[in-house]
């Protein structure tokens, strides 16, 4: 039998703590310690992560960015969350496992280890030719549906050299870049964390 899958997960009240919020948070800092505080992130199974609102997905969700025009994709069906199949999505990323060789996140540097997860994610679904940046520039919360309930974004903002990114995962169709007005266009197709971003993307490159 395949062993369920782990995700990192924080207690909500974590985050309430601090102040919950809806939408974006742009004052990360005091957040991003409070999650990185040994002992705060812990591995639970999926199936039991996804119906406990008591606790929140930490999901990175990086947006690249180059010369005012953003990437962007459709869900296709082998995306992992089946609830935004056909949804267009301004995001990479995803849950963050356990790895093999260091399980738990206590063995090194909560934030250290957490970026290395997101690295290891990003290279999984694309492919980056390009140099870049890399900022953690906002959290994304949204309790207004069942998929925003249970989990918490942590929203990156590649700044891209040039637009040389390939998809690897199979679930990412029709990969493209296009500017704030042409998404703006779109705005109905995206799901609803990329419509959040959207709305807050010219924050992001300041």
């Not at 974590?14 to 957040?31: A, K, N, S």
């Not at 869900?75 to 089946?82: I, S």
């Not at 267009?88 to 063995?107: A, C, E, K, W």
Request: hydrophobic share 35%.
């Amino acid at each position: 039998m395949a062993q369920e899958e782990q995700v990192l997960v924080v207690e909500r009240k974590v985050i309430e703590e601090l102040g919950m919020f809806h939408g974006l948070q742009f004052d990360v800092d005091p957040y991003l310690e409070k999650l990185f505080t040994p002992g705060k992130l812990k591995f639970m199974p999926r199936s039991k992560a996804e119906i406990n609102p008591d606790y929140k997905q930490l999901i990175p969700y990086v947006i690249m960015g180059c010369e005012g025009k953003y990437l962007n994709y459709i869900r296709g069906k082998r995306a992992g969350e089946k609830r935004l199949v056909g949804n267009r999505s301004m995001g990479i990323g995803g849950h963050i496992n356990p790895v093999d060789v260091n399980p738990l996140f206590n063995q090194k540097d909560s934030r250290e280890m957490y970026l290395e997860a997101v690295a290891r994610e990003i290279e999984e679904e694309v492919n980056v030719e390009t140099g870049y940046t890399d900022k953690i520039v906002a959290l994304l919360n949204d309790d207004t549906n069942e998929v925003g309930q249970v989990h918490l974004g942590v929203v990156h903002f590649w700044q891209l050299e040039s637009e040389s990114v390939s998809r690897r995962e199979q679930m990412i169709t029709q990969l493209n870049f296009m500017t704030h007005a042409e998404l703006n266009d779109v705005r109905e197709s995206l799901e609803t964390w990329s419509q959040l971003c959207l709305d807050g993307v010219k924050k992001f490159v300041q």
